[in-house]
């Protein structure tokens, strides 16, 4: 198992930014795709960021490409979700996720695969 907690939400104006951290921990030998998800009330949830702890490659859906950025800490077993040029669109809560993977092309934004997540953390910008 592993589990996965979220911190660094808040309140932010539009055009800030804001940065959100997830620390995982439990089995975690392996190599994993980490990712960012986000859910707007009323919204299906969406895959915002990928990143694949073996040699780093990233992934984005183009509603959030040039303005969000992941990247991990894996000495200290943290992701990172930097988000500029916020706007109203990206209130929503955001939740980290977890799956192992053997191989970097199995990791995309969104992919179905992600099997551990963490509670969660509000992202508000007005």
């Known amino acids: 198992d592993v589990q996965l907690v979220e911190s660094g939400g808040g309140s932010v104006e539009v055009g800030g930014s804001l940065r959100l951290s997830c620390t995982y921990s439990?089995?975690?030998?392996?190599?994993?795709?980490l990712g960012w998800f986000r859910q707007a009330p009323g919204k299906e949830r969406e895959g915002v960021a990928a990143i694949y702890t073996g040699d780093n490659t990233t992934h984005y859906p183009d509603s959030v490409k040039g303005r969000f950025t992941i990247s991990q800490d894996r000495a200290k077993n943290m992701i990172y979700l930097q988000m500029s040029s916020l706007k109203p669109e990206d209130t929503a809560m955001y939740y980290c996720a977890a799956v192992p993977k053997r191989r970097t092309y199995d990791c995309y934004a969104g992919s179905p695969d992600f099997g551990y997540w963490g509670q969660g953390t509000q992202v508000t910008v007005s």
């Open positions: 439990g089995n975690t030998y392996s190599n994993f795709c």
